[in-house]
């Protein structure tokens, strides 16, 4: 949460960190500042909104003129979101600038003892603590600002991507991380940092992603120095070459980054698998899977931690690990799964599913399961991420960079990773039969092609967004496999639309949610052929004996169905077990549009961010 974007070199820095904010604003966006060095004086312009708002108060505020320069957006944690509480912030004698992402715990105790020594503070944020804190370590110690840095850093506890400069030395910038990503991005005599690479992708493919407590000393014309927050250790600089490509990061003719997602995703699920399913060899290659296949095959049981719509892949995995492979599954909300004090045993696999790969909560689950001796795998979107790398070993899913806030195209490489999981330890196990086994990758090999064929139906969703759009309730209902889909169908309503939906297991409706139904309850059902089919088709006789609108997701060709429904959504007939690559598909479509109809930001909507790196 919070995009941080720096400059230190040559170029002019402005363009270059609020063309990098834009592409952070998925990271929150509810208000953004920029602070720049114009040669002479610091410039600060700081303003509740999104970053377009700062552009506007820049034109008349400040000078866009300097080569050095920091700038942040914004998702408030310490303070609402206003001008004051807006980032840069400086210190009392307006020397230090600093911007800052994540959240430290102790600062109230900080700040009174800042308090105490005589230090004033404008906003209520964490943040301008900890810029006082450097300073006041400066003016006792004498000491340079990264040396301050590091001695403030060992007294905070709490998390944080830092990014400071005293306005007195301008050719010099300290960075600093522990617990929220922080990329450099090594130009020629030039340096940018930011939360991931998208700010600099056209100027260097060269980045380090600084490790979790290790600072960054960055000089115009020295390089960098790293050392460890800690003992002050030198680290010997690792240089990555970036893989990403600035038209994945741009809408390419789309209105929204949603939609692109959701249209990408026959090409994401295709590389998902690529080089992993060999069909012809009858085989699935998946080095993390290989290496460690013996701590698989004798895992005691696979708890699978995550949140929000990776949860939800986590329980379609928890029906497909358990169905073909046998092994029990239990998944858990990794925010409560952190606290609860579970039973955790050396024979247990950690499975943690992370798109961004940064998610706090996610994260602390990791840590507290390998502390107490079980393997860890991950299954991560972003490359080098920090799952990724605390993970003992893992797989990617190769979606590319999702960068509307409500995750689409996730979800479905998620299910595949998995679901190439499940086979692989089906076929060692002996669970799954050949046939069945060749079935599943004849299968998983045309889902991609499924897709797009669930995706021509998008103008028949419209007309049924436009139907239903001021609808103020919705239930989504699913039984077997199909039960985390309306889950995660619900979710994607709730998130970019407000609109208020559950999901439901649908003989659960029974239970409690049936007394909702009336005439105005849409109702969206997943009555696919396979699995439990005519259970589902006398759920929906309950929700029409009560009058509720039924809006069908079917098999293609299915009648029953049709005759019930108000309205049915065909998604084209594949395995039961893969049937969520297909469902979900015109669930994202309806929340997307019914959101873009309601005039909703789809991309970017209130109080969300798109990597949830606090608790
Ligand atoms: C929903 C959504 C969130 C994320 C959740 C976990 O559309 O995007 O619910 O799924 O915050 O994020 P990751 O997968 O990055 O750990």
């Given at each position: 949460m919070c995009g941080i974007v720096g400059y230190l070199g040559h170029r002019e820095a402005y363009p270059i960190i609020v063309e990098g904010l834009k592409r952070l604003e998925y990271r929150g966006y509810d208000s953004a500042g920029i602070a720049l060095f114009d040669g002479t004086d610091l410039k600060v312009s700081k303003t509740k909104g999104k970053v377009v708002d700062l552009e506007n108060l820049s034109e008349k505020e400040?000078?866009?003129?300097?080569?050095v320069g920091i700038g942040h957006t914004r998702w408030a944690t310490h303070g609402v979101p206003n001008n004051i509480n807006s980032h840069p912030h400086l210190s009392n004698s307006g020397n230090l600038v600093i911007i800052h992402n994540g959240i430290i715990e102790n600062y109230d105790s900080l700040k009174q003892e800042l308090i105490s020594r005589g230090y004033t503070f404008k906003s209520d944020t964490d943040t301008e603590v900890l810029v006082n804190l450097i300073e006041d370590v400066q003016n006792q110690e004498d000491v340079k600002l990264g040396k301050a840095v590091q001695v403030a850093l060992n007294q905070v506890i709490g998390a944080y991507a830092i990014t400071v400069f005293d306005k007195n030395k301008p050719e010099e910038i300290v960075v600093a991380r522990l617990g929220s990503p922080l990329a450099i991005g090594i130009g020629v005599d030039e340096f940018f940092i930011a939360s991931d690479a998208s700010p600099f992708i056209e100027y260097t493919k060269d980045a380090i992603y600084l490790e979790d407590e290790e600072m960054a000393i960055i000089r115009k014309n020295k390089g960098i120095k790293i050392r460890k927050i800690k003992d002050d250790s030198l680290v010997a600089p690792y240089i990555q070459k970036l893989q990403l490509n600035l038209e994945e990061i741009e809408k390419a003719g789309y209105d929204h980054f949603m939609l692109k997602e959701i249209y990408e995703q026959p090409k994401a699920i295709t590389d998902t698998y690529r080089g992993r399913l060999l069909r012809d060899q009858a085989i699935i290659k998946m080095s993390g899977v290989e290496d460690n296949i013996k701590k698989f095959l004798n895992a005691n049981r696979v708890i699978i931690v995550a949140c929000g719509t990776s949860w939800h892949a986590g329980l379609v995995a928890e029906y497909i690990f358990e169905d073909l492979a046998r092994i029990p599954v239990e998944v858990e909300y990794a925010s409560e799964f952190r606290y609860r004090n579970p039973v955790i045993n050396e024979d247990d696999i950690l499975i943690a599913i992370s798109q961004s790969g940064e998610t706090a909560d996610t994260l602390a689950a990791i840590k507290l399961a390998k502390s107490k001796g079980a393997f860890v795998f991950g299954i991560c979107n972003?490359?080098?991420s920090s799952i990724a790398r605390e993970t003992h070993a893992g797989a990617y899913t190769h979606a590319g960079p999702e960068i509307g806030v409500a995750s689409t195209k996730a979800f479905t490489t998620q299910i595949t990773v998995l679901t190439l999981m499940a086979l692989r330890l089906a076929r060692a196990k002996g669970t799954i039969t050949s046939s069945d086994y060749h079935h599943h990758l004849l299968e998983l090999e045309m889902i991609p092609n499924k897709v797009k064929k669930a995706l021509e139906y998008d103008n028949h969703i419209k007309t049924i967004a436009d139907i239903y759009k001021d609808a103020t309730n919705c239930l989504y209902l699913g039984r077997g496999y199909n039960f985390p889909v309306a889950l995660e169908g619900a979710l994607k309503l709730k998130e970019i639309s407000y609109i208020h939906a559950e999901g439901y297991p649908a003989a659960e409706m029974k239970h409690g949610p049936i007394a909702l139904i009336d005439e105005n309850m849409p109702v969206i059902v997943i009555a696919t052929k396979k699995g439990h089919y005519e259970k589902v088709v006398s759920n929906i006789q309950e929700i029409k004996s009560r009058k509720g609108k039924i809006i069908g997701i079917v098999t293609q060709g299915d009648e029953q169905v049709r005759e019930l429904a108000d309205h049915v959504i065909e998604v084209p007939e594949t395995l039961e077990s893969l049937s969520p690559l297909l469902t979900t598909i015109p669930l994202q479509l309806l929340s997307y549009h019914i959101a873009v109809m309601l005039g909703k930001n789809v991309d970017q909507p209130r109080n969300l961010a798109k990597s949830v790196t606090v608790e």
């Open positions: 400040i000078t866009k003129h300097g080569n972003v490359v080098g």
